[in-house]
């Protein structure tokens, strides 16, 4: 089976924290010290960003392979933000960013690709209207109590964005077997 066929299943990727004794890292820091919006690297869009990142460990513990960050910034090991880019070209960039007390190298992973694809009826949206205190958003998905998407329409894309809800990160069956071993995530099937 090859990628972006319709038999391809899907899952979202999630942050394990339940995981006893595991780091949590904070907004990421440019080279004055200023604090860059981790929301940034979530949206779907590539950055331009210069000199030098560094994440702030919000908790001491063990390193993470693959984990969140603040607002579900994807923070990885370089090895793996090399796979991911070799399986995946034109939907990651990395971002190379140093933790705090760490020896380790790390990116952060800005998925650019975004693909319409989230199945209304079986997600159970709801929607801002023009009478909710954001009326500029009227239209748009304002919740998603279950992400379940419409994996005929996820096309040839192994790790992407979905349109309209961007903080749900999802792999398919290929990309999952990559991540496989990597500490820190879960996976939730949603095709």
Known sequence: MTRGQVNNRYYRVID???LRGRWFLGSPVDAAGGEIDPRDFTDGVARDVTGPIRLPIRRKGTELDFTFADFDMPVVR?????????????????????????ESAFDILNVTARVRCLDEERSGVT????????????????MVSQVRIRA???????????????IALVVSTEIKELLAAASGILFEEVS
């Open 127 to 142: 929607f801002w209207t023009a009478h909710d205190h954001r009326p500029e958003l009227a239209g748009q998905y304002r």
């Open 152 to 166: 005929e329409d996820a096309g040839p894309h192994g790790i992407f964005r979905i349109e309209g809800w961007e």
């Open 78 to 102: 370089t090895a793996i933000a090399l796979a991911l880019e070799t399986a995946a070209p034109r939907a990651c960039q990395r971002l190379p960013a140093q933790v705090e007390g760490s």
């Open 16 to 18: 394990d924290t339940a």
